[in-house]
């Protein structure tokens, strides 16, 4: 476990977990919207492709991501570990209504420097909007890359409960030795 891709539904907890594992195994963590936003007013940054690129050519890393398109199929590719937080609809909903009105409550600056305001609730990629519309066509598609002889070779971990991600994390040591395949 040295290439790792936390990869789930938008709100699920991939950050967090993300950061989590990086600790205690002791790779790198990449951000990945911090990555792909550039700057205010959501600005996406243009070198996204190249950068993603010279990280996931080093040796360890881990992103919180499954993939934005433009860098989806290279990191499934250099990964040897997917970590999906396969949750229901109801665990993400609450999770990222949670966390996208204490943003915007707090104006907690993101990635870019960007804040979510009243008025982000509004439109059809507000985090709360986009994890209801797209829960299940993302779901679809990281079952179906798990299961492409493509990337066979990657250690898939399936976890379809918080209390399972925890109790995951908690086996999982520096040396990597105690990941396992859930299916």
């Not at 951000?31 to 959501?42: F, R, S, T, V």
């Not at 600005?43 to 890393?61: C, H, K, Q, T, Y």
């Amino acid at each position: 476990m040295k290439r790792v891709l936390v990869a789930g539904s938008t709100g699920a907890g991939k950050t967090t977990l993300a950061r989590a594992i990086a600790g205690r195994v002791a790779i790198p963590f990449h951000e990945m919207d911090a990555l792909a936003i550039a700057g205010p007013q959501w600005a996406e940054n243009p070198r996204l492709f190249e950068d993603v690129s010279r990280i996931s050519s080093g040796p360890s890393w881990i992103f919180d991501s499954y993939g934005y398109p433009q860098v989806r199929d290279l990191l499934w590719s250099r990964a040897d570990t997917i970590v999906w937080l396969d949750y229901s609809r109801p665990v993400i909903m609450r999770r990222v209504l949670r966390r996208s009105v204490a943003r915007t409550l707090f104006r907690r600056r993101i990635f870019g420097g960007n804040v979510e305001t009243v008025g982000d609730w509004f439109t059809a990629d507000h985090p709360a909007w986009w994890a209801w519309s797209q829960y299940a066509r993302r779901r679809a598609d990281i079952a179906t890359r798990c299961a492409d002889p493509r990337f066979a070779p990657l250690d898939v971990i399936r976890l379809a409960t918080p209390q399972a991600a925890r109790e995951w994390l908690s086996v999982t040591t520096a040396t990597g030795d105690e990941t396992r395949r859930i299916p």
